[in-house]
């Protein structure tokens, strides 16, 4: 192991849960994969709209990845609640998001990944939506 | 030896290495004795009865429910009207896993969530609608209350209502689940009530079922929800038999009833069953030797009638693929194969839609046509533990039972099931395989047909999920402070507080539960009650 910090050290991702769906299988796979790769990872659970924007400015983090376990609706509420208070902080997401669903999160600009994501897939789509590396 | 043809290891899903092929000298000696015995004989690994299906089909039994109570009601009708042979209530996963509401802020704030994945019954009027013109009194239903702490208020929902029809709870057929692998270990809820509050719960459940429900089956442990976090084969026996030893220690604590009469309430599991086709074959094997050699070998039971272990499976959820859904149909069929081969009493195949949504009323349908199609035109059911005498698949099931019994020890040495739980050791086991699972898989080592491999489809989405109904809600509120607008108030106080105190003292809770629903006593209030006397669990993983 080098002494020297990877530039993921200095980059902090917020994961949260939208749903009061507790089935934590898929976020604490994401969450080890992101550790792993040198992020620092801040996992809040089974939170609402507002939690989230909270705990986003508390922590002053580089990225959203919100776990979707319910109805697009709810996610959508969350996404536009991070959009209008967090400027500028990218969201993606993961979870039992059908096709439709998937489409609605895109078009806010919303990156997806649903179940059968690969793990490098989601590791590199951080980097790129923390700045460090190109699009 | 391992094969010279192919650098690949070959392995079983849980990590057993596989020979090229099995000779009578792999089998062990220990096994190779009992490999001789019939199915229906003791240890019964070779099945629970020996006549198997021929006397009595495998109970097709698929999870079902959304909405409102009477969407969920039609539901389950249709799925009888297909031919399903039992059925199942599946409660609003929001409001019933947490003991909420709809008008808990935690609820309110997700509204558009509720019905997504049962449907809502806060008090007892909910449930008498779900069940509206459903043979209950004839055919084996599943009251719902899989998460412990849920399972009271339901199966006394259930019972009022079959009271309210006039029919006798002696001879009311059926079961709850109340299951610590759901909501301690695999999906994990905001709020519940700890541990130790949870097996008081299942113990009040077990004796009052053996008092006044004897063709009830109280409790049934899910392994498949362990399994399906990640616990491997010999990782979800053992853990299944050290959380059936909690049961048993607390029974025996309490004195109460027969040992015997508790094992035989606590011999009613389920499994999970996964793509490995004569591993999880194996496993079910494994599983009804374990249960005869714990019974006799720990608490002196050896009543055949007490030690054959029925078993329920559904099959891998999260083998359930999102790519190209209509590949699950396939999957389905060979995990549902599988449970057959190992021998199961009652079957749930997963809707080749779950990785997308709850099952659409076709998904339901193709997870009941698999089902006959295996029955009626495979001629599987016609012979009895067919893969007996294996040489491959009595090695494996003695393999599996050595190294289950390894697990059951270590957690043992943990101080117990509970203690795993509350400590996070198991959920540690879990992740840790997953993790490894997803690497293997990163590496194309492990290969998914559509996922990592010919993922080039012409139309991947040709099903878009299951979209649900959108009043559940509106409805679920409106109906709510109906019940508080009408109930007679001073009765329902007068139950709560009854109920109140069976929880502070050492009564079993049941009889004050059954008087709560009869009084229209709601969910949230359940939960409060049990909130106030028990506080919440000390979850040990972040999520």
Excluded at chain 2, 8 to 15: D, E, N, P, Q, V
Excluded at chain 2, 34 to 53: C, K, L, M
Excluded at chain 2, 252 to 258: E, I, L, T, V, Y
Excluded at chain 2, 469 to 486: G, K, P, W
Aim: proline share 5%.
């Amino acid at each position: 192991m080098s002494d020297v910090p990877s530039p993921e050290q200095n980059k902090r991702i917020l994961m949260a849960k939208t749903g009061l769906d507790g089935h934590w299988r898929g976020p604490t796979i994401v969450a080890t994969a992101l550790r792993d790769a040198g992020f620092e990872v801040i996992m809040i659970g089974m939170v609402k709209a507002e939690e989230v924007v909270q705990a986003a400015i508390d922590e002053d983090v580089d990225l959203i990845g919100l776990n979707i376990g319910g109805h697009i609706d709810v996610a959508v509420r969350a996404v536009q609640s991070i959009q209008k208070s967090c400027q500028g902080v990218p969201v993606f997401a993961g979870g039992v998001v059908p096709p439709h669903a998937k489409r609605k999160l895109e078009a806010l600009g919303v990156e997806v990944y649903p179940p059968g994501s690969q793990l490098p897939e989601i590791v590199s789509a951080a980097r790129r939506l923390t700045g460090l590396s190109g699009a | 030896m391992q094969s010279q043809t192919d650098s690949k290891r070959w392995l079983t899903a849980s990590g057993i290495p596989l020979k090229d092929f099995y000779l009578p000298s792999d089998i062990p000696d220990s096994h190779r004795k009992v490999a001789e015995t019939a199915p229906g004989e003791p240890p019964f690994h070779r099945g629970a009865y020996p006549t198997g299906y021929r006397t009595k089909p495998w109970r097709i039994f698929q999870l079902s429910g959304f909405g409102k109570p009477e969407d969920e009601n039609e539901r389950i009708k249709f799925l009888l009207e297909q031919g399903e042979t039992g059925f199942l209530m599946e409660h609003d996963r929001n409001t019933a896993d947490h003991l909420y509401n709809v008008d808990h802020p935690e609820v309110a704030a997700r509204r558009e969530d509720v019905g997504l994945t049962g449907a809502v019954m806060q008090s007892v009027r909910d449930i008498d609608i779900c069940l509206k013109d459903l043979p209950i009194d004839s055919t084996y239903g599943h009251a719902g209350g899989a998460v412990v702490q849920h399972a009271p208020f339901a199966l006394a929902g259930y019972w009022t209502v079959a009271q309210r029809r006039g029919y006798d709870l002696k001879r009311l057929p059926g079961t709850g689940q109340s299951d610590y692998f759901l909501t301690y270990l695999g999906c994990v809820t905001k709020q519940q009530v700890p541990t130790d509050a949870g097996l008081r719960l299942n113990a009040d459940i077990i004796e009052f079922c053996n008092e006044h429900l004897p063709r009830w089956v109280p409790v049934s442990i899910a392994g498949y929800n362990g399994a399906d976090s990640g616990l491997n084969a010999p990782q979800e026996l053992g853990a299944l038999f050290a959380n059936a030893v909690e049961y048993l220690e607390e029974i025996k604590r309490r004195g109460r009833m027969p040992l015997a009469q508790a094992a035989r309430a606590c011999g009613g599991v389920s499994f999970r069953i996964s793509m490995d086709v004569f591993e999880e074959a194996s496993k079910l094997r494994a599983a009804r030797l374990m249960w005869t050699q714990l019974l006799k070998e720990h608490y002196d039971i050896a009543d055949p009638k007490v030690s054959n272990l029925r078993i329920h499976v559904v099959t891998a959820g999260s083998r359930m693929q999102y790519q190209q859904p209509l590949n699950n149909i396939v999957r389905g069929t060979l995990m549902g194969l599988a449970a057959v081969l190992g021998g199961v009493q009652s079957l749930g195949v997963s809707g080749y839609d779950e990785a997308l949504s709850i099952p659409s009323e076709h998904a339901h349908q193709m997870s009941v046509r698999i089902q006959q199609i295996l029955q009626q035109e495979t001629n599987i059911a016609a012979v009895t533990d067919p893969l007996g005498g294996s040489y491959y698949v009595e090695t494996l099931t003695a393999q599996l039972i050595e190294r289950a019994w390894a697990f059951f020890d270590e957690i043992q040495r943990q101080g117990g099931f509970l203690a795993c739980l509350d400590s996070g050791w198991l959920h540690q086991q879990a992740a840790e395989n997953q993790h490894k699972e997803f690497l293997a898989q990163a590496e194309g080592l492990q290969q998914i047909v559509g996922v990592t491999d010919h993922t080039d489809d012409i139309s991947p989405f040709e099903v878009d999920g299951f979209m649900g109904v959108d009043d559940a809600y509106d409805v679920a509120l409106e109906r709510l402070n109906t019940v508080r607008r009408e109930r007679h108030e001073a009765g329902a106080r007068g139950a709560m507080q009854a109920l109140e105190q069976a929880c502070r003292n050492e009564d079993n809770i049941m009889p004050a539960m059954m008087a709560a629903l009869n009084a229209e006593v709601t969910l949230g209030e359940v939960g409060d009650i049990y909130r106030e006397a028990w506080g919440d669990w000390a979850t040990p993983i972040q999520t």
